[in-house]
């Protein structure tokens, strides 16, 4: 069973996506929140599988809380899901940053949410194109300001055959697909993914993309 903390200050938006994911059989609603400071206290007390996070909300938005659930430090293995209408890559990068593993509108179909919980909650990231065509551009404007040496000593860390990899989880490949382009098992290409988070310090998929394109190891446009 997975386990689910839903996030937003609209008591409508809760109450929809309640119904929707005790309909689904295999996802339990073990908490609601209306703002972030709930949500970081509420993340703490029922260490969910998935939040489902709104970012727009009073006294602490859904970036910061995201920020504060996903640190090191809690040493647990929750997973965000940004639930939003925004997909400004101010938001994109911010809440990439901050740890979230993906992003769903509040328009998308019962059944695609659903397919989010359970698609971050196996470990895999859910970006949009916009958002991935959004932490591109930003990366692009912010091209100047890297920190070479930062980004040079993570990248250091990769054999060849990771390098590659890491390039295709860039570009949205899944493991099945990796497995395939790279002829090799799909297993083989599960574990290169994990022991490249591992190297690097990323907590999911999502967070190797940031590195994929910050360090410029991905070009904008390529």
């Not at 293995?77 to 990439?96: H, M, N, P, Q, S």
């Not at 901050?98 to 328009?107: D, L």
Request: aromatic content about 2%; proline content about 3%.
């Amino acid at each position: 069973m997975i386990t689910v903390l839903v996030v937003d200050d609209q008591p409508l938006v809760r109450h929809a996506i309640r119904d929707i994911l005790t309909d689904s059989g295999d996802i339990q609603l073990v908490g609601e929140a209306s703002n972030g400071r709930e949500a970081v206290s509420a993340a703490i007390t029922f260490a969910p599988d998935v939040v489902l996070m709104d970012i727009r909300m009073p006294e602490l938005d859904g970036i910061a809380a995201t920020e504060k659930i996903c640190a090191p430090s809690t040493g647990n293995e929750t997973r965000v899901l940004i639930l939003t209408t925004f997909e400004e890559d101010e938001y994109v990068v911010a809440a990439l940053r901050a740890g979230a593993s993906g992003f769903i509108g509040k328009g998308a179909e019962p059944d695609e949410i659903v397919r989010a919980v359970r698609t971050i909650h196996s470990g895999e990231s859910l970006l949009s194109s916009a958002a991935t065509k959004a932490l591109i551009e930003r990366s692009v404007l912010q091209s100047a300001q890297r920190t070479a040496a930062w980004d040079d000593d993570r990248l250091a860390r990769l054999t060849m055959r990771e390098r590659e990899v890491l390039i295709l989880v860039a570009a949205g490949r899944t493991n099945q697909e990796i497995s395939a382009e790279l002829v090799i098992s799909p297993h083989t290409a599960k574990t290169h993914v994990n022991r490249i988070m591992s190297k690097v310090d990323a907590r999911d998929r999502a967070q190797l993309v940031i590195l994929a394109y910050e360090s410029g190891l991905i070009s904008a446009g390529a």
